[in-house]
């Protein structure tokens, strides 16, 4: 019989279909005569254990060679039929669960394990084949019940052997001198017992290893949810900013000046980023698809004037200069540098309406460095409420070995980042808490400044 008939069904292994669900015996009797076919494959659809097909097969076509073996041994006892009793007694869990859908249990397969061998003793051979029936069956019942009922079924087999033995039935000779074969079987069955142990073991390990794979897909779910909202933060942030801007800019054009073109101007602007964030959006979003999409790259180190110039066009004060060249500025750490300007330019917007603003980049030959200062005017609103700009800064400027600080200073605030251009510089595998945290301090102080 297939180990795989018989497993109990535990965590991570196939359910099988309850029995309500698959009607009583006699309906399935009424199926399978109705239509045998249909009934089959059916049944076969509903493995309900874990082990997989190859061993079903490998213990079935055990289970045949050494049924077939102790078989034609018995020829000398034709036309009597007791072998082949013997060998439907060792199959007979099989026909019903492929016709009738009875899965086998281990008490069903022990007890016509045990008949059968019996029953294939009751003419007894020299070098006979038949205690072998027990070795399989006892590994199949230690692959799917507990240790402690497999090992009492490996007793009971063993005594019944030692039972036949004693009556002389349980014969084993070479060269016509009679040797007592009970040793022999015994070991067998020890060993079968412990290959079934081994294969119960393999399939908790199994499901031990598909709960971590599942923990770790969540947890990188969780990490790519959270990248996600960082950009998406980052992007809708940039984009409001600049397009409130635009925004105060027509509204006082209108109202004050009563200069219908430059508030034109100004909407056509506020128009433009509000297409451009929703462009971005989609873009962002669309990491969730599953599909293949096809979007535009992600911005860099040298997008950063493109930046300014926007914040710049939406009225804010903002003075630009690099330092440096560019181009030794990896993709990654120079999206992480476009983003930290991006949202160090939108807090000043935010929470220092009619301040001023310095964009410095400069780079050297060991790292890169990103400082935004900006002003604060006095009666400026402050943001009391924390929000995702500082923490977002920070994890982009940890996730790539960089570091940051952010903080008041001189009577403003100023955001430091800095990244190494290679990754055997002495501080780029320094925490955080060996750097300078004077500054971080400082924005811990006033998360508002970064949110």
């Known amino acids: 019989m297939d180990v795989t008939h018989a497993i109990p069904a535990t965590a991570g292994a196939r359910a099988a279909v309850p029995a309500g669900q698959r009607g009583s015996v006699r309906d399935r009797f009424v199926a399978f005569s109705r239509n045998p076919v249909a009934t089959l494959r059916a049944n076969l659809e509903q493995l309900p254990f874990d082990y997989p097909p190859s061993l ?54 022990a007890v016509t394990g045990l008949g059968s061998t019996a029953v294939f003793l009751a003419q007894p051979v020299s070098v006979d084949f038949a205690p072998f029936v027990l070795v399989v069956v006892v590994g199949e019942v230690a692959a799917i019940a507990p240790k402690r009922w497999s090992a009492l079924f490996a007793v009971v087999g063993a005594l019944e052997l030692a039972a036949f033995d004693a ?54 779910a969780g990490e790519e949810r959270r990248r996600i909202a960082r950009e998406v933060h980052d992007v809708i942030a940039h984009s409001l900013s600049i397009t409130l801007l635009h925004l105060t800019a027509a509204r006082h054009a209108l109202q004050t000046d009563r200069d219908v073109d430059d508030a034109v101007d100004a909407l056509i602007d506020a128009e433009r980023l509000g297409r451009q964030a929703m462009a971005d959006i989609r ?27 926007d914040f710049v066009r939406a009225g804010l004060d903002v003075r630009r200069t690099e330092e440096g060249d560019l181009e030794a500025v990896s993709a990654a750490v120079g999206l992480a540098l476009y983003r930290i300007g991006q949202e160090s330019l939108a807090n ?39 929000g995702m700009g500082l923490s977002g800064m920070r994890q982009r400027a940890e996730l790539l070995g960089g570091r940051i600080v952010a903080g008041p200073e001189g009577g403003g605030w100023s955001v430091r980042a800095e990244f190494p251009l290679t990754a055997s510089r002495g501080w780029l595998s320094c925490p955080l808490s060996d750097r300078d945290t004077t500054n971080d301090a400082a924005a811990v102080a006033a998360p508002g400044e970064n949110g």
């Open 167 to 220: 009556a002389g039935d349980l014969l084993w000779s070479v060269d016509g001198e009679r040797l007592h074969g009970l040793p022999m079987y015994t070991v067998g069955i020890a060993l079968g017992w412990l290959v079934g142990v081994m294969l119960q073991y393999q399939r908790k390990f199994l499901y031990q290893e598909r709960e971590g794979q599942a923990i770790r897909a969540a947890q990188a």
């Open 56 to 109: 079903m097969i490998s213990a079935d076509a055990a289970l045949a060679v050494v049924g077939v073996a102790a078989t034609i041994q018995r020829h000398e006892y034709f036309p009597t039929v007791l072998p082949l009793v013997a060998m439907m007694l060792a199959f007979a869990t099989v026909p019903l669960f492929c016709f009738f859908g009875i899965a086998p249990t281990p008490v069903m397969l």
């Open 283 to 309: 873009r962002t979003i669309g990491l969730l698809d599953a599909g293949p999409t096809r979007s535009a790259p992600e911005p860099g180190i040298g997008d950063i004037e493109d930046l300014v110039g």
């Open 348 to 386: 000043v917007v935010k929470h220092a309406p009619g301040g001023s603003a310095r964009v410095r980049l400069t780079v050297d030959s060991t790292s890169v460095r990103l400082v935004v200062d900006n002003s604060v005017p006095s009666g400026a609103p402050r943001d009391a409420g924390g």
